[in-house]
């Protein structure tokens, strides 16, 4: 696990977000006070540990952009959809209902 603080941080913004919700890179990175880090956001998300809902975490659009980055291409999208999240070609459905906004 990356020690570094910004990285802890991203962890720890992850892992507040709730069952069922989803949040953004820019949203993390902009909560954190470095709103023009949203990219430093999905690179650590890339390495983090598996105890860190990194499925949760998408695009300013709801798109599936670190799909790649799990597993199984397809990863991503079924822990979402089992967590009642509707994804169509791998974007989520009803975004702004879903959408959670760190504080």
């Not at 977000?17 to 006070?33: C, D, E, F, M």
């Not at 983090?48 to 998408?58: F, G, M, T, Y």
């Not at 659009?61 to 070609?89: N, R, T, V, W």
């Not at 459905?93 to 959408?99: A, G, S, Y």
Request: net charge positive.
């Amino acid at each position: 696990m990356k020690g570094d603080p910004f990285s802890q941080d991203v962890y720890s913004m992850c892992k507040r977000i709730p069952y069922g919700r989803v949040t953004t890179y820019g949203l993390i990175a902009q909560s954190l006070g470095k709103p023009q880090s949203a990219r430093l956001v999905g690179w650590t998300l890339n390495q983090c540990p598996v105890n860190i809902p990194a499925h949760r975490v998408v695009n300013r659009l709801g798109l599936l952009s670190g799909k790649d980055y799990f597993e199984a291409p397809d990863l991503m999208a079924q822990m979402l959809q089992s967590e009642g999240i509707s994804i169509i070609k791998n974007k989520i459905q009803n975004f702004e209902k879903v959408l959670w906004i760190p504080k």
